[in-house]
Every structure is written in C-alpha cells, then in structure tokens.
Nanobody, 128 residues
Framework: QVQLVESGGGLVQAGASLRLSCVASGSTFSRYGMGWFRQAPGKEREFVAG????????AYASSVKGRFTISRDIAKNTVYLQMNSLKPEDSGVYYC?????????????????????WGQGTQVTVSS
C-alpha cells in the first residue's frame, strides 16, 4: 500500500507557472503507474496527466497538452506536474493517484477507476 502527499498548489495569475509534487511512501514507488487528476467546484474529477510504471509513457488531457508536463523521480519517490501558461479554467483541487495494476505497467491509466490510491489534494487557483 502506498501513501501519497501532494504539495505545490497556490494562487497565481493567468500565464504563471506552478510545479506540483506528489511524494509516495509505504511501498515501492517504481512499481506504480501514476496520474494527476483535478476537480473544479460543481464538476466531476477529470484526468490531467499520467505516466506509466515502466518505460515512461505519458498521456495528457487535450486541454493541458503542450502546457503541462508529468515526470517522476524514482530516487525521490516523487511525481511532478509542471504547469505552465496557466489559465483560470485550470483551477481546482489537484489529486495524485497511483496503482500497481499490471494494466498500468506500460500504459497510462486515464480513468479515475484505474487507480486505487489517492492523495488528499492540493488547491490550484488561477486568477484572470
């Protein structure tokens, strides 16, 4: 079982950048596929970006492609989400997710039901 703790959220103006971090503990981090999801008030949680367990395959929501980058540092048990050119519509609570299903070894999970472990979330607010 893995525990996830996100950090790095905050209040920024449109066009700014933020880097979110998710530190994993309690299990072998390298065995997990990882994802970032977000939820805005009154909306369903949506996939933002993900990275596979092996091979470093990545996937992004179309709304963030070209602006966000997901990466992982195995030595630090951390997955990052670099967010550039932020827009007000990027606002929401950002959640880190992990799963060690064989299905996510070389493929990125883009549905929240593909992940068993979740962090508590970090708030991102982008003002116009």
């Amino acid at each position: 079982q893995v525990q996830l703790v996100e950090s790095g959220g905050g209040l920024v103006q449109a066009g700014a950048s933020l880097r979110l971090s998710c530190v994993a503990s309690g299990s072998t981090f390298s065995r997990y596929g990882m994802g970032w999801f977000r939820q805005a008030p009154g909306k369903e949680r949506e996939f933002v970006a993900g990275i596979s367990c092996i091979g470093g395959s990545t996937a992004y929501a179309s709304s963030v492609k070209g602006r966000f980058t997901i990466s992982r540092d195995i030595a630090k048990n951390t997955v990052y989400l670099q967010m550039n050119s932020l827009k007000p519509e990027d606002s929401g609570v950002y959640y880190c997710a992990a799963d060690r299903s064989p299905a996510l070894v070389r493929r990125v999970g883009i549905r929240d039901d593909e992940y068993d472990y979740w962090g508590q979330g970090t708030q991102v607010t982008v003002s116009s």
